[in-house]
């Protein structure tokens, strides 16, 4: 049997809450069935905030990526002042 649960919201909330369910293909009333039964289950809470980059950020961050694969342009492992003195007379 189902039941209506009415929950308060911000609307800005609600609205990107929505937008991502639907982009995932589901519903936002099974996000919510699938959170609560998950907390059923596991008896515990979970916060969590994953932070994301600005675009800005991402564009430069880029080919520092590609170049830590590529293992290019990446400076010794420096673990003493001595160590900086003489990589720096180096360059």
Request: glycine fraction near 4%; charge should be positive; aromatic fraction near 6%.
């Amino acid at each position: 049997m189902k039941t209506v649960i009415n929950v308060k919201a911000d609307l800005e909330v609600k609205k990107n809450a929505q937008k991502l369910a639907k982009e995932l293909g589901l519903t936002l009333s099974a996000i919510i069935n699938a959170y609560l039964k998950q907390f059923i289950r596991s008896r515990e809470l979970y916060f969590t905030s994953q932070i994301q980059m600005s675009p800005g950020l991402e564009r430069l961050l880029g080919p520092i990526e590609t170049d830590i694969k590529k293992d290019r342009n990446i400076s010794a492992e420096i673990s003493s002042a001595k160590e900086l003195k003489k990589y720096f007379s180096r360059i």
